[in-house]
Structures are given as structure tokens and as C-alpha cells.
């Protein structure tokens, strides 16, 4: 959303979706971004590419969502691959 008057352009901020569950992935994606290799390699090739943290880190927390729904679809346990 977006919060605008005038002329003045501010900067957007993400408010869209589920707060308790944006709330309840913020820190894993932390977590992961920098424990996790295959997540650490996503969240820096995003900022490689110029996205600012918090786009980076709102990656992760989908993805995370989208492992978790993989996991329980598949009817299977997460297996960390060693770092």
C-alpha cells in the first residue's frame, strides 16, 4: 500500500495479505536467509540484483510458504542438506 499526498512519492509498504501470518514468517525468513544455504543463495541473488532487503526477505517468506505446502502436499518431513 502505498501512502501518497500531492506530489510527495513515498516509499511503498507491504500491509496486503494475512498480518499474523506475515508476523509469524518473518523471523524464520531470517533465520533462513542465513542458515540455509539454498535460501541464502536466493536472498543475496536478489540483492545482488538490486532488490532492497525487505523484497528479498518477503521472497523468502513465500517460499517458505511454498516449501511448506510442498511438504505437506507430498506427505513428507524436511531434510536440511548439510551446509
Do not use: C
Amino acid at each position: 500500500m502505498t501512502r501518497q499526498s500531492g506530489q510527495w512519492r513515498g516509499a511503498a509498504f507491504i500491509q496486503g495479505g494475512r498480518k499474523f501470518l506475515r508476523d509469524a514468517l518473518y523471523m524464520p525468513a531470517l533465520v533462513a536467509a542465513r542458515h540455509n544455504p539454498d535460501l541464502r543463495q536466493r536472498y543475496h541473488a536478489m540483492i545482488k540484483a538490486g532488490k532492497p532487503a525487505k523484497v528479498a526477505l518477503t521472497a523468502l517468506m513465500r517460499k517458505l510458504i511454498e516449501l511448506a505446502n510442498a511438504l505437506v502436499q507430498q506427505d513428507r518431513k524436511w531434510t536440511p542438506k548439510p551446509a
